[in-house]
C-alpha cells in the first residue's frame, strides 16, 4: 500500500510538473506558494523553504473549518488552530513535491511550489501511516510492561489523529479512534500500588517503598507523580518497585494520592509535530483512571527510626562454582555500606578508575541504598564475575524527580571489583540473556557483553561522562569490553543500504555530531540529568551469526531540557573481541519506518 501510494503521488508530481506558472495562478485549481531568489535571500534552499511556507499558509487559508470541526481546539481560535494543522503537514508530504525554479529578466530566481485541490488528501495519507507506525511501538511497550512509553505513544498518536480532518484512523481492523482511548483507560485502570515497607533514616525524612503491578505483574518502567510542600514530584518505578521520598510533615501520611503520567506535556518538543499541535487540537482526559490513593502500614514510625541501621547485611547467591565468592561477597558489602556511610570514596577503595566513577555516580545522581538487607545473585561473566542486580534511589531535586534504579558490580576472576554501572532496565538481562543460558551459551555470552554495554552507555550519561560518550559516538571501532572501551580502527568492509524514504545515512552523522557538542554543553550547564531508555532490543542477524543490532530509544530531562532520540549499533562478534562498527543517532524520530536497523548493513566475510 505504501508503494502505491508514493507511485501514486510520484505520478502526480509528474503530470503537474508540465502545467504552466500561469495556469497555475490563473486556473484556481492548485494552491501554490511562490518567491523570488535575490540577494536577499542567501541561497536556493532558503527560498525553497519560503515558498513551502507560502504554499502551507495558503492552504490553510483556504481550507474551510468545518473540514477540521473535529480536530480545532474547542476554545482557541479556529483559524488559527487551522494554520497549525496544515504547517505541521510541510514537513511531510510537501517536501516531496517538485518546485518550478526559472529565471527572469533580472537574473533573479523564482520559485513556486504548488499542489492541485483535489490531491489536498495526500497530505494526510503519510501521517495515518506515522500514526499506525506509534501505535504499533505503543502496543510493543504495553506487552513488555513498559507502560510509561506505552501512554506516552498512544497519547501523542491521538493527538497526530486529531489533527486528520476526518479524525479517524482504520488499521489492521482496529478503529484507532476509539481503540487508542480503550488501551489508555486499560492500562491506568489495570496499575495497581501495593506498600511494602519504609525507613527513616532521621527523623524528618521518610523513605515509603511499594510496588507497582499491572494485572498482577511488576511493571517494568511507569512514571507518576505526588504533591509535597505543593510541588509536583515525579517518581519513575523501575522493575515493579517505586520509592516515594517525603520530609516534613508529609512524614506522617497515611495515605498518598498519586497521578500517573500519560500525557507527557513536558516532552511534546521531543516529536516536532506533537508541539506543533498541542495548542491546535482537541486534548482527551482521562483523570478519573490515571489519580490512585497508596495506603500506608501504621507501623509506628518512632520504632522503625530505632530499629533502622545503617549497616546493610548482604546475601549473595552463586549456582556456579566461584572461587572467590566469599571476596566478592565482602567487597559487595563494603560498597553499600560505604553507598551509606557518606565518607570519601577513598575510606573505600586506592584505585583511581573506581574512585572517580563512584564519585560522579553519587554527587550527579544523590544515590541511596534504600534495603537494610541486600540480596543479588553473582554471575559467570566475559571478563570474571557480576553482581546483578543491588537496588537504590537516585534523586534529582531540580527536576523534582526520583527514580528506582538498580546497579551491577563488575568483578575480575580475582574477586577485585572492577566497575559499577546502572541497569537499562532490570528485566533486560533475563529478557535478551539469561534465558539462553542452558541451551545456547554462546548467544547467552554474547547477549550478557552487549546488555553489559548498554549499562555502561546509561552509566556515562547519568555520571555525566562526556569522554564515554565521545568514544560511542566517534568514527572509529569501539572494543566494548574492559573499563575504558578503547578505539580502533573502523572496519572497512561495512556496506549500508537505504531503504524507501529514509534518510541518507550522512543525515545521521552529521547530527551525530551535533549531539555531542550539544550533550557536552549540557554535561556542564545542568546540574541534574535523568536518562532512561523507552525501549531496547537485541537482533542477531539472520544470514550472520557473528552480527547483532542494538537498537535503543533514549530519553534524557535535565534542569530546563529534555529531549529524545533512537541509536543503532552494529556489533560484530568475528574478532578477539567484540567491536561496535556502526553507530547512527536520529533525533526526534518516531517513524519506525525512518530508523536504521541491521537491514540497513551488512559486513563483508
Partial sequence: MKRIFFLFLLLSICLLSAVSVDEIKRSGNYFYGEVTFDERIRDKKEAKDMALANLSENISINVQTDTFS????????ADESIKKIISTYST????????????NRKKNYYVLYYIHKNSLNTLYDDRKRVICSIYDSAKQSEKELNLSTALQMYYY??????????GSVTYKADELTTKIPERIKSILSGIKFEYLDDVCPQDDVRDVRFSVLYKGKPVESLEFTYEDDNDDVTIVANGGIATCHLTGAATSYRTLDVSIEYMFSERKQQFKDVEQLWYAVHKPVYDDESIKTIRFSKTNLKKRRKAYSKDVKVRLVCDEKCTVEREIINSTGNLVNWFKSGLDVQS??????????????VKNNHLTVLDEKVEAEILKTFEG??????PVMCSYPTINKHTTEYIVLDFDNSGNLQ?????VFNELFSDYASKFKQDYIDIYQRRHIL???????????????????KKIFSDDAVIIVGRTMPKTRLHKDVVTTTRENQPDIEYTKMDKEQFILRQTDIFKGQQDIHVGFNSSEIKQKNDDDDVYGISMRQQYASTGYSDEGYLFLLVDFKGKEPMIYVRTWQPQEWDEEMLYDLTNYEIKK
Avoid at 473535529?70 to 481560535?77: D, F, M, Q, T
Avoid at 511531510?92 to 529565471?103: A, C, D, S, V
Avoid at 498518536?157 to 476526518?166: E, F, K, R
Fill in 451 to 469: 546488555v553489559k554495554f548498554l549499562e555502561k552507555y546509561r552509566s556515562a550519561y547519568l555520571n555525566k561522562d562526556i569522554n564515554t560518550l
Fill in 348 to 361: 573505600f577503595t586506592n584505585d583511581a578508575f573506581l574512585q572517580k566513577k563512584l564519585s560522579e555516580m
Fill in 157 to 166: 498518536a491521538s493527538i497526530l489523529i486529531n489533527s486528520l480532518p476526518t
Fill in 92 to 103: 511531510i508530504t510537501l517536501n516531496n513535491l517538485t518546485p518550478i525554479i526559472e529565471r
Fill in 70 to 77: 473535529k480536530a480545532v481546539e474547542k476554545n482557541g481560535n
Fill in 385 to 390: 564475575w557480576e553482581v546483578r542486580s543491588i
Fill in 419 to 423: 566497575d559499577v554501572n546502572f541497569t
